[in-house]
């Protein structure tokens, strides 16, 4: 899908906004108006961008050419000799509809979240020449259509002005509002017969009296023609709301829908766990983010295991790395498995926070067994028997095993979370060569 953006307007109803710039290049809710839609339809995949100027028109080419658009084609169709009308426009560009792709036809002054993606399902599956995004709202120009959405006429209804359908006068149906957004075949603008400045409206009611033209009637959860200073001061005021009303990961996927394509795809975003990563990547679809500019996805966990070079160990793995270690360590000494079961798990825990909090685990061990002995036997200084001594080389024991689990986990290049982070922190500078 190819994108005609309509940019050449005079901009008359803004006022002070555009006496000395064109209408696209106006501010809404921050952004530029033109690049914050060029910049939702590169997101959605779109390389292939016209648009025609009038007003301003130097301006807006310098403002194209000033920025790096990441590889997306823009093209001018220049019409500061003639504004040539909405119909006149597509006339002067039909060689952009040359191809096999759908064109989407976008006014810059509005501002939505419709679903290109259904827009253009429902175009192919009905076969329309045009398929007319429209919507009840409050307006008096409207489309008038069919029980199967096919186009029957125009109205003003403050004039009672009617434009019919050749064969279709006076057929009653329902009136919806032109929304400012289309979809067209490739072989729409060759089908135009009128030339110089002229109404699309014409045409769409000349060629609906054997083509196909339908409404797409429109569901998204705003839309917004950015027309007069008032509506886009609205616009601007429903946006900040939006965005401070929306939940932390809904506003990091509105972030990233304004970030162009390919700048996207090379985004790496660290969130604290799996879990967010699942909700983001659908908040991000939902927004209407092609999935193949989706941006690559880490948990803190998973960004320190790609750093350090290491992966994450499977628990049991551990578990029967630690055992071997025992059994090599204490020799004939070594406890049966199923005693070592029922302490191991709580040690390699130990463990693995003891390299969380990057503390020396020497002093951790040594301080563990001093205090175990003081706390619970040695309050009187009597000595200890057989029993507690047994007890304070099992903690001493484990400085052994912690460090040639560390030599195990090293060489395997695979280890706990806890050891990957205090890798890292031990080889920060190395690692970020």
Known sequence: MKVFILAAGLGSRLRALSANKPKALVEVGGHIMLERLINRLKSLGINEIMLNVHHHSALIKEFIKSKDWGGLSIAISDETDMLLDTGGAIKRAASFFDGDENVLVHNVDVLSNLDFRELEAFHTDNKNLVSLCARERDSSRKLVFGSENELLGWTNTQTNEYKWVKG???????????SGIYLASADFAKKIVSSGKFSIIDEWLRLAAKENIRAFEEASSYWFDLGTEERIRTAGKFLEEETNSMKF??????????IPGNDLCRTLILLPNKRSIVFLKKHLLKGRVNSYWLPDMLSI????????G???ADPLSIFFKLFNIYRETTGNKARSFSDFVSWAPMIIRDFNDIDLQLANA???FRHISEARAMKEWNLDGSELNDMQLSFIRF?????PLYLKLHKVMLNERSAYTGFIYRYNSDNIEVLLK
Not at 168 to 178: I, T
Not at 250 to 257: G, H, M, N, V
Not at 301 to 308: G, I, T
């Open 301 to 308: 966990e998973d960004f320190m295991a790609h750093l350090s």
């Open 395 to 399: 903690y001493q024991s484990l400085l």
């Open 249 to 258: 990961l809904e506003k990091i996927a509105f972030e990233l829908s304004s």
């Open 362 to 364: 020497s002093e951790i």
């Open 310 to 312: 290491f992966t994450t």
């Open 168 to 178: 279709k006068h006076g057929k009653s149906g329902k009136q919806l509002s032109y």
